[in-house]
């Protein structure tokens, strides 16, 4: 029994619900070992998540109920620990890495504070905590950590918020550290650095890895064996190469299928169009901190522009100044010829239906008091023209099942969704209002790739019926390959580089563009495995 770190068995967990019974995880069974990383994989709500809660007693009860199974820890049940003998082993044996950052993040306290109170819960010596935590702050990537440490997190990006949550959960070196899609709202430069990191502490101190994750790149650069689920049940395991190369369930060989970055790429669009958004000079300051400095561009009627870079580098702060959710410093930004910096508030509020954004949070955008009915149905009663309200319910019905969802998923709220599908919501209230152009903050990042394929190829038929124009925001470079006619690359709230995507991702200029290309991940365990090596005798060479 005490042959294994962690040994799952015959796990078996409910959701009881005014609608029935949920069974979101049944009879799973799969052991960790020391120093191994182990994957699960699977679409959103298929039990990955539920599973690994249930490891550090995370499952609300009731509703919830763990129906059968046990989950032993070096031979023993944590499942009939005592509470304060959980609290010893959550945190400082086992940790985790949350999926929303802004979730588990307390608004009111430093982020400081917050990764020392991890460690003086469990007997750090509070005179040691601020300089630990300045060295893990450095050890994640977050910049100027010596300042940092006293900011709050609204004051970072999403991608920057996910690191400091990395840094909370390894502060103690645990035994063993459950990442639950750790690295989704992260650009590709700061996933290589995260994901090397905890290789690295992994042979430091011999600690398990439980990876839970939809990005099969992930899983090719650090999964030693893989699970994958589905409806809450295990149907394939093996080695990485061997699920990549043989899968043998047609679960797996769909979520395989539906990998991007190997399709044709889009045709640049003829220049002889009028542009539907055209920015010009744009540019926004929060005091000293430039975020965007003289940013122009163009979106033409039908087409996909991407807008790719690090955390930081200024990609949300432009669709929220375009949006006016920010006020730009200067510049113009030109939607059909009209001023959006300049317009008052009743023009605006007319072209507010024209123009939407998809969010990076879905946790944050949308309202947990309100059923997803009446999240969606919101952009009827605000706007009545689009929709005669006894066919609101039919119409909320055709879009949760267009973005993957049931429609009996209507009488939920937010809470009761995992984040992939917190994100299919806000889209699919976004193409509520039929908009014109959709700006999608990392609209994607937190679906799994059959989602993902799906919600894609929905916008594009929906960008050849209705003409629509998207400005895509995302660090998932071979998502931006198959969707986007150009690519504009930022860094440091600048424009360094744009293009047609062939030219961007065949033959890029600037240094920068080729360090994010070659820091993407390929889904094939053996090209990536080839890529590890070459890139550590780059560095090897460098130093």
Not at 10 to 35: I, K, M, P, Q, Y
Not at 236 to 249: K, R
Not at 319 to 328: H, S, Y
Not at 347 to 370: E, G
Request: glycine letters at 8%.
């Amino acid at each position: 029994m005490g042959d294994h770190l962690l040994d799952v068995k015959n796990l078996s967990v409910d959701f009881h619900t005014t609608h029935g019974t949920v069974h979101a995880v049944r009879d799973v069974s799969w052991h960790l070992e020391r120093g191994e990383t182990l994957a699960i994989l699977g679409e959103s709500g298929s039990g990955k998540s539920v599973s690994a809660s249930a490891i550090l007693n995370l499952i609300d009860m009731p509703p919830g109920e763990i129906t059968s199974g046990e989950i032993l820890f070096e031979g023993k049940d944590v499942l009939l620990m005592s509470a304060e003998d959980r609290r010893q082993l959550n945190g400082h044996r086992i940790a985790m890495i949350f999926q929303d950052p802004l979730s588990h993040l307390n608004p009111v306290y430093s982020i400081g504070f917050q990764i020392a109170e991890t460690m003086t819960a469990h007997g750090v010596n509070k005179g040691q905590t601020r300089e630990k935590t300045i060295e893990l702050l450095a050890r994640v990537g977050i910049p100027d950590p010596d300042t940092k440490i006293d900011a709050y997190p609204h004051q970072f990006s999403g991608g920057q918020r996910q690191r400091i949550m990395i840094a909370m959960a390894l502060a103690l070196k645990p035994d063993i550290l459950i990442a639950d899609e750790p690295t989704t709202a992260l650009d590709v430069t700061v996933q290589a650095q995260i994901l090397t990191l905890l290789e690295e502490l992994q042979e430091e101190t011999g600690m398990g890895l439980l990876l839970i994750t939809h990005d099969l790149g992930v899983v090719a650069e650090v999964a030693d064996r893989v699970v994958v689920m589905n409806a809450g049940q295990i149907v394939e395991t093996g080695t990485a190469s061997g699920v990549y190369h043989s899968p043998q369930h047609p679960y797996t060989k769909k979520l395989i299928a539906a990998i991007p970055g190997e399709g044709d790429m889009a045709e640049p669009l003829g220049s002889g169009a009028e542009p539907i958004l055209e920015i010009s000079g744009l540019s926004k300051h929060y005091g000293a901190f430039v975020a965007l400095d003289d940013v122009s561009l163009t979106v033409l009627p039908g087409e996909t522009v991407a807008i790719v870079g690090e955390s930081g580098s200024g990609k949300s702060t432009l669709a929220k100044t375009i949006l006016r959710l920010e006020e730009a410093t200067g510049g113009q930004a030109l939607f059909q010829g009209q001023d959006l910096i300049r317009m008052d508030a009743n023009a605006l509020f007319k072209v507010r239906r024209d123009i939407q954004m998809v969010f990076q949070d879905p946790t944050q955008s949308l309202n947990p008091r309100m059923s997803i009915f009446d999240i969606i149905a919101e952009a009827f009663v605000i706007h009545p023209e689009i929709l005669a309200k006894q066919h609101w319910k039919a119409r909320v019905c055709e879009l949760l099942e267009q973005v993957g969802l049931k429609a009996e998923h209507m009488y939920r709220h937010p809470h009761q969704f995992s984040g992939g599908q917190r994100q299919r919501i806000a889209i699919a209230r976004t193409l509520a209002l039929e908009p014109k152009l959709i700006v999608c903050d990392e609209a994607v990042s937190a679906l799994d790739v059959s989602i993902q394929a799906q919600v894609l190829a929905l916008l594009t038929q929906l960008q050849d019926d209705l003409g629509l124009s998207f400005l895509f925001i995302a660090h998932d470079l071979p998502l931006v390959r198959d969707f986007a006619h150009r690519v504009i690359v930022m860094q440091s709230g600048k424009i360094v580089e744009q293009g047609p995507v062939e030219q961007i991702f065949d033959a890029p200029r600037e240094k920068y563009t080729r360090s994010l290309i070659a820091a993407s991940l390929s889904p094939d365990p053996d090209v990536q495995a080839v890529r590890r090596t070459a890139l550590r005798k780059m560095q090897e060479a460098a130093v």
